[in-house]
């Protein structure tokens, strides 16, 4: 079973508006990744969130990470069309230290 | 420039052979992995390796083979065993299997079985 889930499944919005999805996860963790995939291609780091870290930013990305609701969201600010892609969060399996990937958000970013 | 390369992009085989999937790093990580990835789904771990010569099981290892004679390379064997081949298949690498280390991934190879 995955350890992260993301919601929504899809998301569209046009460009220059803000796009917020959001990922729960099951066991306690040490830290939460969140990646970016173009379509046919490997995927990207974007952020790492460390439990003892509440937020945490990167250019438009905004990361939260709320433990005692197991979950995290990321908002992508300002988005542009170059910003459709999936984005999926990572965290530890449940036998410890390798990374599970959730289902991902797909995101079309409209001009 | 460091990277990971995966080759071919594009794979087409007949039931019932066995296929092997590239993955070659320069980025002097210890660590690697195979990911599979189904449409529309996130990436469910085959194999890893955490140093040269050792690799261990993922949540769907069965059907699948791995090497890691050199720490450059972590080829993938898809074996005639493996019921549900057709697949987007996804190597990545890490400087530790630690949690906080972020992943590296190739540009996948699609793999069609037919």
């Known amino acids: 079973s995955q350890q992260g889930e993301e919601d929504p499944q899809a998301l569209s919005i046009q460009e220059g508006e803000n796009a917020t999805m959001n990922c729960s996860y099951k066991?306690?963790?040490?830290?939460l990744q969140w990646y970016r995939q173009n379509s046919g291609r490997g995927l990207v780091h974007l952020i790492l969130?460390?439990?003892?870290?509440r937020e945490k930013h990167s250019g438009r990305l905004r990361v939260t990470l709320d433990t005692s609701k197991k979950s995290s969201s990321l908002l992508i600010t300002a988005s542009r069309a170059a910003d459709t892609a999936s984005y999926f969060c990572?965290?530890?399996?449940?036998?410890?230290?390798?990374?599970?990937f959730g289902g991902g958000t797909r995101v079309l970013v409209k001009p | 420039d460091g990277g990971i390369t995966q080759s071919p992009k594009y794979l087409f085989r007949k039931e019932g052979q066995n296929v092997t999937l590239s993955c070659e790093q320069n980025?002097?990580?210890?660590?690697m992995y195979w990911y599979r990835q189904d449409p529309g789904q996130g990436l469910r771990l085959i194999y890893y390796?955490?140093?040269?010569?050792?690799?261990q099981k993922g949540d769907i290892a069965e059907g699948y083979s791995v090497s890691r004679e050199k720490k450059e390379s972590f080829p993938l064997t898809v074996t005639s065993a493996q019921k549900n081949p057709t697949a987007f298949y996804l190597c990545?690498?890490?400087?530790?299997?630690?949690?906080?280390?972020?992943?590296?991934f190739g540009n996948g190879t699609r793999l069609t079985v037919t």
């Open positions: 390796s955490q140093i040269v010569n050792d690799f």
């Open positions: 980025l002097n990580h210890d660590a």
């Open positions: 066991t306690s963790i040490n830290n």
């Open positions: 990545a690498s890490s400087t530790s299997t630690g949690s906080d280390s972020p992943l590296h």
């Open positions: 990572a965290t530890e399996g449940a036998a410890g230290n390798k990374l599970t």
């Open positions: 969130i460390r439990s003892n870290e």
